[in-house]
């Protein structure tokens, strides 16, 4: 039996029931998003979101200098745990494909106040990882362009991204079709280079990984990595690996979102996994001089090259500006739409809530709310990276955990996995599985002292105040409060 919006009781729901089927018809409910998108376009504006260029060049080249050949294994345990992460998002956002994201599903199975930590998480950590994104994409641009003001790179990118966001999504979704093609290139350029021109064996999987010694001088020696780096270097390198969640997000403009949404998430975050995670492997592969790789800032560019050539090197520069705007294009639509869900499941006072959950009736495109998202990532473009990355860093210790208890305790009571949906394999191997990764982050993250362990009490200071809104807030008005089901 299907269900439209007209016919909901307009308060949300106040405990967890089995989701109704949402519309597989194309049809749009009144003033809700515009269900147009295949699931071809989903899975582009996710990859697109996913980014593998900005994980390999942020995320792979901190882990490579901090670990050096030890980056191989931590990669290929990037890529088990994407693996994970994709059959459990995969379960989960087939039975809840709505614009908030995972917190629907974890609000619904768990508990509305489970739901809102979920929501907390994923709304103070949007602003400043898009700022983030932002950040990387004007240091890039600076580089290409030597005497540009950086700060007049990072808003000129920003005011763009904002109005690619606006268009209708699916005129969005193809321009970061395209810039994605770009960015793969980028990313196939590096494996052949690497893997194409090896200059080690399978040594670099030794037990006793090595990396550039103290002081990174000309002539400096390879010396072995420390426990406590690899162990930091293991959170990092999964944290740059797994993805494909943000899929989720535009479940509501999806046409027929239970049957396609599990395949959607689990190809996207399995195809961003290997994009990023090849890449640095066959670097390490392929490093002819790995102290000079690892003393260089910016490893990836030097290593192209030194095989290829400083021409192609700039081109691939070139494309990685070109990788790390489509994924800010597609972040901000992200965001837009998460902030469009606050504003339908009535957060925030009446006002508020209307403008967040009004849709432009042409566009299809939740405008206030992404004009709103491009505000709150200007603001916080004030912020160094170094501290926004501080901050953001944990945001996967809180979000998996819930989502990984959600699909257990889901599955158990009915509410996920249904006929029609996608059911994750051998459970409930996926979801215990990742309560163990959560638990080896935490020891990690509380193991360093200067960002791992500030980050993991932050933002859970953070999720504490979202808590205390919703208990003395959102729980205290008549009937409650939980996530809306559609």
Known sequence: MQTSQATLDPNPIHAPEAPAPLDGAGLKPPHGLHRTLSS?????????????A?????????????????????????????????????????AYPYSGGDYVGVGTILGAGAGFLT?????????????????????????????????????????????????????SALITGLFLAVEMAVVATLAICGF????????????????????????????????????????????????????????????????????????ACLIGAVSIALPVIAVVFGGRDLPALLRSPAPFTAFVSSIAGRDVGRAVDVGVALAIFNALVAQLMWCGRLFYSLGRDEVFNTPVNRGLGRVHAASGAPRIATWIAGGLTAACCLVPSHLLLVFISSAIVYQFGL????????????????????????????????????????????????????????????????????????????????????
């Not at 907390?120 to 949007?126: E, G, P, Q, R």
């Open 119 to 171: 929501l907390t998480v994923w709304s103070v950590t949007a602003g400043p990882s898009t700022a983030f994104i932002v950040q990387t994409l004007a240091t890039y641009i600076a580089d290409l362009l030597p005497g540009v003001d950086k700060t007049v790179l990072a808003y000129g990118t920003l005011a763009a991204g904002v109005g690619i966001a606006l268009l209708a999504v699916r005129t």
């Open 196 to 267: 194409g021109h090896p200059a080690h064996g399978l040594e670099v999987l030794s037990a006793h990984p090595v990396a550039l010694a103290a002081g990174a001088t000309p002539g400096s020696a390879l010396a072995p990595v420390t426990l406590i780096a690899l162990a930091l270097g293991a959170v990092n390198a999964v944290y740059g690996t797994v993805g494909g969640n943000q899929a989720i997000s535009f479940g509501e403009e999806l046409k027929d979102p239970h049957r396609r949404m599990g395949p959607v998430v689990l190809m």
């Open 403 to 486: 989502v990984c208890t959600a699909v257990l305790m889901g599955r158990r009571r009915g509410l996920t996995a249904q006929p029609g949906y996608w059911r994750a394999p051998l459970f409930p191997l996926g979801p215990l599985a990742g309560l163990i990764l959560v638990a080896a982050f935490v020891v990690a993250n509380l193991a360093d002292p200067s960002e791992g362990r500030p980050s993991l009490l932050i933002l859970g200071g953070t999720l504490a105040a979202g808590w205390l809104w919703y208990a003395f807030r959102l729980k205290r008005r008549p009937g409650g409060w939980a996530p809306r089901v559609v």
């Open 54 to 94: 900005l994980s390999i060049y942020g995320v792979g080249a901190d882990v490579l200098q901090h670990t050096g050949t030890g980056a191989v294994g931590l990669f290929l345990l990037g890529l088990a745990a994407a693996l994970i992460w994709s059959i459990v998002y995969a379960e989960l956002g087939s």
């Open 40 to 52: 071809f376009g989903v899975l582009l504006l996710t990859i697109s979101c996913l980014s593998p």
